[in-house]
């Protein structure tokens, strides 16, 4: 049993067996295949944002940088959550390609459109701002690193400050179907095309080999996104691979009712931490569960299952990621559960 | 009928059987995986270098920025021919890592131990060498764009030069499997690994979906490559998806075959055109075969099957390409001859 | 009267006369010249330190930007307090160098060993370290940018943990002579050359017309400076122009005298402001004084003199700074103190 | 006698007389004080465009990286002659700002509108341009490398291809005083102005310590220049010291006077090696002059002045250059030019 990521597994079924279908035939090179273009097509349903376009990379950290340089000047600089992964977990990627990360503390993974104003305010208005790097843009995640989530008004307030300062307003979606399938989201992804200038659909960890879906509606990010895929490796051969997975996906809203299932999921689990008494490091509303358990709790479950480890906060309680996925099963989850409730 | 590139069709049918075989399996991410593991010890088997070190990435323009940035000081370029990939296709992506490409001219895509060491001992020998960028690694590509190829000769020379001036040697192999397989091939992977100091295994054009095996014997190259990987959007998620790929390539050999077959078929064609009375633009030695032909022949070949016109000389003459590769069919190359043969 | 910097009149008449005096005479370009030899011998016979390596720049942001190019493979890092020039106040030039600013807060401007320990630790213990960028840097300021000082014994443990884990020592000296001749001082050139990899005497802020003095002990770094320095647009043509002033500067130690004179003034104005019953912001240990303040005293002070409103905490006060410099006279401080006395 | 190059001495007298002047006044820093105002507006003298904006920089490698990272987005290059001092002698500083510097065959240094041309109108035409870097800046010197000019008609042509083709038009002056006077040039700084996007105007071999003026009439490039230069350590802190040295040379048209006096002594030079039957490597039409002399006659001349010897061609003869400068004296061209005369 394995809680500790929702990308272990290879792709749905149906991704396969569709592979398995077209497997012989020959596509252009690029992206510039029919499966791309129905992709595209699938995805523009939720969107109702015909000027958008959609391009598709093999992953998130390659997205981000992507992504950032193509809306970055040399001299500007991105605003993140210091949870963010831009900030964390990419290795410098954003720096790597010129840019600062400009970092916010936030507790839950969550920016504030305060927050944003404050820094966006404090540029603009310093006698020596030509001394420090301009936000141009801010980096969100839908949900965060901590499986919280932006309510609609937040995104929209967040929005207006973006647009007041003259900001992009970017959403890496790396587990989006799962925030889009929370019972507490009242977000759509035709939402998120009209309130940012960017966002990605994440594959990779929603039922797909590999892949992530971008979108963006901003001429000037459209204007040579290709270009900037291919300067950065992003632009794969075979592309048609990730359009096809998409289709899939997509078509008729597989993604949805996979994510929506590891959601519930999730649920269950986080109710009998509950129900024993184990209160959560941060209230999740999708599918990574964090809490501080007690090292000998740590050593039970760990026989049964897997799980993330993130660190040790004393010698005696850690930090610690459960995480259910599109392909969780139930006796996964039961068996779980049933170990939880007998934690003392 | 496609002829205009190798990378077109999915993979060898034994690669997505493999797949089916395994996609509810769960793998640890990033790469550190049993698959990955076993893929290098299947390529290890073609080495006779019990230091190198395997790591598998997703494409070639990716691998090359990874492999430079790894390789390479700011202040220092890399020396590749005219028409080297990352001289031409790579929308500048080592310059976008920032160093520049010390660009030879090589009117059949091979660059020469003599121009190699010319250009590195001016660098040497010149009082300004302060201004100038240092030529600190060497691209060759194997086969070269035009399909030539290097002899053990020719390598052995150039690694000297290397060797001579402290500068890497890294070969661009994302053919490889059609240049080792050629009748006028007398280099192994063995030569490989001995007188380069990173060479990669190209899997796009060679059979599998996607995935580039690199192979690096040197310790500063060793040393962070999956942090430059990483940094890179280079270290793929469900990396046992390149891992199984290359391992079911190269566990008996199948990589050699299919590459083997498109090399056979290429000498096919190669003959049809000498038999028309056309010369060649460059002598190919393997898959891909480079022609200018008469503007009534491009019609009339079009009629039948997909090439790729690179450009056209004058108003009556092109430069076109013809490419075999893994998938392609008997029929298909019997069906171009009998074209190739009617042109008048 | 101003005290807003310290960097607003020319160069101490000394450094004009010996211009004056060699203006028509010709010099080999580039640094290669015999002012610079004989600065760096002058600068030598306060390090006691052989091996140790001097170069002369430009300016400080150039300096911090070419010393981090120089210290870091691309997917490394520095560590700064979060008022460290380099992370607020130069427009993202490390980043545009491709490197993150790995930023630690610190209220007073100054890092503490056990903060440096346990960044570096958090690195080397975290099994998602290749996600994350390697601190390989530690940038400090000295004096920092609040004119506080590091200890000896501050600066021997900062060093203790360099080594441990393998992290160069960078200090940024752009107020050197402000810091090595206050009276609280304990840390000699000596000091900082045995302790860390690199640092730089700073000529702009403290009586050149421009200029700061690299001073480097660590192979690694001295390998290649030169390169590092014309690829960054940081090697003067006429590189004797900063020679002959650091000659001036050092050769009889003028630079500690006029920088011992303006702490002295600083310390002065200090206690007037301690008289008047202003609390400083931050207890100032050299030549720059920040204090809250009121408005009405703001509005007072500024009908005498300039000084830098860094930012208006609230409605009715605000940071100010007051600066003195190598160029400050009695006169204006004692006319300046005489109106802080005045506040109520 | 030094003819080796034209960076050797200090300042114009003047320029020393007025700093001697103003030393102890107090400027605000980075530009933004009243010579650099004033200098501007000197130079707006000349440029009949009032639109254009003036920034000061302190040396030409520096210029030229802020400039391109001005005017390039990521995936953008820079078209240059082979022999452009940005593709040879700047230690790759373009492409560590992440941009590749397109070269181009040019003998005399010189590019032609026909050229530029082919290589805009290959980008554009070509089906793999996302896969190639887009040329969006032409980068000429004026003079050359080699000493020559372009006419008026030249820059006509070019700027009008720059223009059809959507790319910035920008000139390299660091010798431009010694190429607008010359009696060949038949072009102004009027000229520029309207035929470029920018340009700059050389200060440190014509006549100043240090220091170039830049000169754009593009909105883009005005933009955020300054961000630009202090990203790039190029914001100078007393940056007066740079407007003040461009005040003395303009006000009154001392650069020119003392640029042309120059090119007078080089064409007198010149002469005597064309009377001594020794042939040009290029005809220079201003200040360097280039000339490939027997080994026999470069140790004689070497017995009375210094000069460049670029490098040797063969055993018995080299590629030599003479340099004039605002500062060569009426002596020292004659004591050179008998010599010069008795060589056989």
């Known amino acids: ?56 990379l093999v992953g998130g ?18 605003i993140s959550a210091d949870s963010g992964h831009i900030a964390v977990h990419e290795s410098g990627a954003i720096e790597n390609t010129g840019h600062k990360v400009h970092i916010i503390p ?12 404050e820094n966006a305010a404090y540029y603009i208005e310093n006698d020596l701002r030509e ?11 839908f949900p965060t690193e901590y499986g919280t989530l932006y309510s609609k008004q937040e995104l929209e307030d967040i929005a207006e400050v973006c647009r007041e300062y003259n900001m992009f307003l970017y959403i890496d979606g790396a587990r989006m179907g799962y925030g889009l399938t929370s019972e507490e989201c009242d977000v759509t992804l035709e939402d998120l095309a009209r309130l940012t200038d960017a966002f990605y659909i994440g594959g990779t960890k929603c039922g797909s080999f590999m892949g992530e879906a971008f979108v963006t509606t901003h001429p000037m990010i459209k204007d040579h996104f290709r270009n900037y895929m291919k300067m950065n490796g992003a632009l794969l051969a075979k592309g048609w691979l990730l359009g096809v997975q998409f289709h899939v996906l997509m078509k008729d809203g597989l993604y949805f009712d996979i994510c929506r299932k590891a959601n519930i999921q999730a649920r269950k689990i986080q109710e009998a931490f509950e129900s024993a008494g184990v209160e959560p490091y941060v209230r999740s ?51 779980l559960i049933e170990h939880i409730r007998g934690l003392a």
């Not at 398995?20 to 510039?32: A, R, T």
């Not at 029919?34 to 097509?41: H, Y």
């Not at 936030?106 to 104003?117: C, E, F, M, Y």
């Open 106 to 117: 936030a507790a839950d993974g969550k920016l504030t459109a305060a927050q944003i104003r």
């Open 131 to 141: 001394h420090m790097t301009q936000p141009r843009a801010v980096y969100l995640s």
């Open 1 to 56: 049993m394995k809680f500790d990521c929702d990308y272990m597994q290879g792709a749905h079924p149906a991704i396969l067996e569709k592979l398995n279908e077209i497997n012989k035939c020959d596509y252009p090179g690029y992206g510039l295949d029919e499966w791309c273009r129905q992709a595209a097509k699938d995805i523009h349903k939720y969107l109702n944002c015909p000027g958008a376009c959609v391009h598709f």
């Open 285 to 335: 509303q999708t599918n990574q569960l964090f809490y501080i358990i007690k090292k000998r709790h740590v050593e039970e479950l760990e026989k049964i299952c897997r799980f993330e480890l993130d660190h040790w906060i004393d010698d005696e309680n850690a930090l610690v990621r459960f995480c259910t996925s599109w392909s969780t099963s139930d006796e996964e989850v039961n068996k």
């Open 61 to 78: 950290t390659q997205m981000n940088a992507v992504a950032m340089e193509a809306m970055l000047h040399a001299f500007q600089s991105v």
